[in-house]
């Protein structure tokens, strides 16, 4: 893990620091699963943010002003997040056009959560395509 990405993880209270952990290892995962190549670690803005080629930025990150949730932020001006909520509306719960809120108190719905990762990591590969091709 990318030192200051490190050190901010060591920062999240457990809870939240279990979640991000779980939703990083799923990046790494799909990058992986997905031969998308080289995941980009980095600090974004203070939040921990993840990348590869094909795709569009990830962000994540928990905050002490909403300490029962933790967020996925995705590009704003992209489809994706408008995407995730006509596929995952049901079980998911977004912020505007840019973030998906997941209650620490409830298990991550792995499923969703992947494929809405999928979408933004081959984001470039799909963009043209209706709900990103799935």
């Known amino acids: 893990m990318n030192k200051a990405v ?7 209270p ?4 279990l979640c991000l952990e779980a939703l990083r290892s799923y990046i790494y995962e799909l990058a992986d699963a997905l031969a998308l190549g080289q995941v980009e670690e ?3 803005w203070g939040e921990p943010s993840y990348r590869v080629k094909s795709g569009s930025p990830i962000r994540m990150d928990w905050k002490s002003t909403s300490p029962q949730y933790c967020c996925l932020f995705f590009h704003c001006q992209t489809k994706l997040v408008d995407t995730f909520r006509a596929l995952h509306g049901d079980e998911l719960v977004f912020e505007g056009n840019r973030a998906i809120v997941l209650d620490l108190s409830q298990q991550i719905p792995e499923f969703a959560i992947k494929h809405c990762l999928e979408l933004a990591l081959t984001y470039h590969q799909r963009k043209h395509l209706p709900l990103l091709g799935a």
């Open 6 to 12: 490190q050190e901010r993880f060591d920062e999240y």
């Open 14 to 17: 457990e809870d939240a620091r």
């Open 42 to 44: 980095s600090l974004k």
